[in-house]
């Protein structure tokens, strides 16, 4: 069934009212969602989603979670694909979803930890009372006075001290034993409530989606939405045998996302539209002078919200009710040290709680932005934690520069209908079956399409630039396969020849590509005449040279051959140049360039032969 109402929520121009009130979130139902197909452009994905609900009569609240907060709110378009139900709104949110259970456990390690602590100090100051005791010991070297100790009077006093600072000592040593042992404790416990901070600040992004349904009944939705993280550059693998003409040529592709979701058997889709190019027309503003410079084109900009949330703690555990202001805005921290405000994008954020410094950060950003702050009477901080992954792999490092394909004839009208129409062509690979991309930013090779062709095989020889003979493989109506430019690994009876690439931006009907250097064919340019001679009226200077090309085939099989050579074009009039001898060769005047096909039989070789001049009024030339 076509969808019944496709709307363009443009989330921007409402997410202020996107804190959901108690009063809504009573009707709520929620509805679980499930990625269905997945169109990836050269930069950027658009994600499908399909969701499945039982509505009541009347107007319904669903709520779908589980979204990743890196979406474009502007992108985003939700659907009735079937049920008797009216599309009434959408708002848009971002929530943490498991919060409280992780809040809850990490209010217990922090009551551990603070046990700890109390532990420690207690060890502590027993510690410290001993030293003191130690210290009057040591330091009672006149309790005889001027009478002094009789011989065994002064043995019992001995051996009091040292018993008493032996236990000292022994008594010491178990202190520092525990203080170890619970530091130790308190450090994993630390290590343990961080982690579980971390584990707390995963944002999701909701939709708060009413329906108006005229009757009771099941409601299928659709809803898209477009995520910048995401890419996929082409390129193949040309399988060649021997024994026939066709070439194997598999069409394959590097998709990576890092879009906070991942892809789990889905319908892939490989796009060659880029959607992040403005579409918009270029405008010529008043070009004036004598200041040469051309008005900005100032446009006003609309005011755009973001979500920023986190942890406010000190260097112990989370704190309760400390302070979040920006401007109007402000909340404070639950007995998790949890926050979150929605305050406008560039907005500067205030964070103060009692006998510690306040501290402020500026929140830029799209949709989400993490913020844990550590409040402390000497020096408070404010760590910012991106919800992306740092999306960088192979296709963003190395991604070949993307056109979209136009045709000829831009606009068009027929009849009487005066509006011009837009043709362009989007060209949409499927990849076959079901797909998986994890959010990990790395490359996966997906397998696009197997083809074979039937191409026809030349070697090819450019002996001015190259001793080495090359086997290439020409594709007839190449455009109709739908190639983009690409490396292509090249494989000859299964054994890796080595990369080529595709140019598909050719205007040639026929396409070349370079397969690699046959060994068995041998090819060798040779000046056979250098010379200069000067006129006896000394009116100009002529340069002659005469080439010799020498090919050898070593196979024992037949092969064409085509060579290519050169002899100069003059653009002066007062250089001139003749071809004295073409040697048999095709000629492209304009562009001074000799072709010979050759068909050489085992062990055949050939040799050709072409020489030209070069005459000028004012010096002589290095020709080659």
């Known amino acids: 069934m076509n969808m019944k109402t496709i709307n363009n929520i443009l989330l921007s121009a409402v997410v202020g009212a996107t ?89 217990k390690l922090s009551d551990r930890n603070m046990l700890l602590r109390d532990s420690i100090d207690i060890y502590q100051y027993k ?73 707390q600040i995963e944002p999701k992004s909701c939709l708060l989606v009413s329906l108006e349904a005229a009757s009771a009944g099941n409601c299928e939705l659709e809803i898209q939405y477009f995520v910048e993280e995401a890419s996929w550059m082409p390129f193949y693998e040309a399988r060649i045998l021997q024994k026939n003409n066709s070439l194997h040529l598999v069409k394959k592709a590097y998709v990576s996302q890092g879009s906070k979701e991942g892809w789990k058997d889905v319908d892939l889709l490989l796009s060659q539209n880029n959607p992040t190019i403005s579409n918009k ?14 008005k900005p084109n100032v446009q006003e900009k609309q005011k755009t919200f973001v979500k920023v949330l986190g942890v406010v703690r000190d260097d112990k555990a989370p704190l309760k009710g400390a302070l979040v202001t920006s401007g109007d805005y402000k909340t404070e921290t639950d007995e998790n040290g949890f926050y979150e405000l929605l305050v406008p994008s560039g907005s500067n954020v205030d964070y103060s709680y009692k006998n510690t410094r306040s501290v402020s950060n500026r929140v830029m950003g799209k949709n989400v932005k993490i913020c844990n702050v550590e409040l402390s009477s000497r020096k408070s901080q404010v760590a ?73 095989y030349t070697y090819h020889a450019v002996p001015k630039l190259s001793k080495d003979v090359y086997l290439v493989a020409s594709i007839p109506n190449w455009k109709d396969l739908d190639l983009q430019d690409g490396a292509v690994k090249l494989f000859l009876n299964n054994m890796f020849m080595g990369e080529s690439f595709i140019n598909a931006r050719q205007t040639e009907d026929t396409l070349l590509l370079s397969v690699g250097v046959d060994k068995e064919l041998a090819v060798e340019r040779k000046d056979m005449r250098t010379y200069s001679s000067k006129n006896l009226l000394k009116t100009s200077n002529k340069e002659e040279r005469d080439w010799q090309i020498t090919i050898k085939n070593n196979k024992q099989t037949a092969v064409r051959i085509s060579v290519e050579d050169q002899y100069p074009v003059s653009t002066n009039s007062d250089v001139k140049v003749e071809l004295v001898n073409n040697g048999g060769a095709k000629v492209n005047a304009e562009e001074g360039k000799l072709t010979w096909v050759l068909n050489l039989k085992p062990g055949e070789k050939k040799e050709l032969r072409f020489s030209y001049t070069v005459k000028s009024k004012d010096k002589l030339y290095n020709v080659e």
């Open 281 to 294: 027309k270029p405008e010529l503003l008043r070009y004036e002078l004598p200041y040469n410079r051309l």
């Open 19 to 107: 804190l959901l009130q108690p009063a809504e979130l009573m009707a709520v139902t929620e509805a679980t969602s499930q990625i269905s197909s997945v169109m990836v452009y050269p930069e950027g994905a658009m994600v499908s989603r399909k969701v499945s609900v039982r509505l009541k009569n009347g107007l319904n609240e669903i709520k779908v979670p589980l979204l990743t907060p890196q979406l474009d709110q502007k992108s985003v378009q939700v659907g009735v694909k079937s049920g008797n139900a009216t599309l009434v709104g959408v708002k848009y949110d971002v929530e943490v979803p498991n919060r409280k259970a992780i809040g809850s456990e990490i209010r």
């Open 127 to 199: 510690h410290d009372v001993l030293d003191k005791e130690r210290n009057l010991l040591l330091k009672s070297d006149n309790i005889g006075g001027n009478q002094g100790f009789t011989a065994s009077t002064l043995q019992g006093v001995t051996s009091y001290v040292r018993a008493d600072l032996t236990n000292i000592v022994t008594l010491q040593y178990g202190y520092r034993k525990q203080i170890d042992r619970l530091q130790e404790e308190l450090n994993i416990g630390e290590q343990q409530m961080n982690l579980q901070t971390e584990k």
């Open 384 to 456: 910012e934690k991106s919800v992306g992954l740092g999306y960088s792999n192979y296709i963003s490092q190395n991604r070949l520069a993307v056109n979209n394909v136009w045709t000829d004839e831009l606009f068009s009208s027929s009849g009487n209908n005066n509006v011009p129409q837009m043709l362009y062509r989007n060209v949409v690979s499927p990849v076959p079956g079901k797909n998986s991309v994890p959010d990990d930013g790395a490359d996966h090779e997906m397998l696009v399409e197997d083809i074979n062709i039937n191409a026809e």
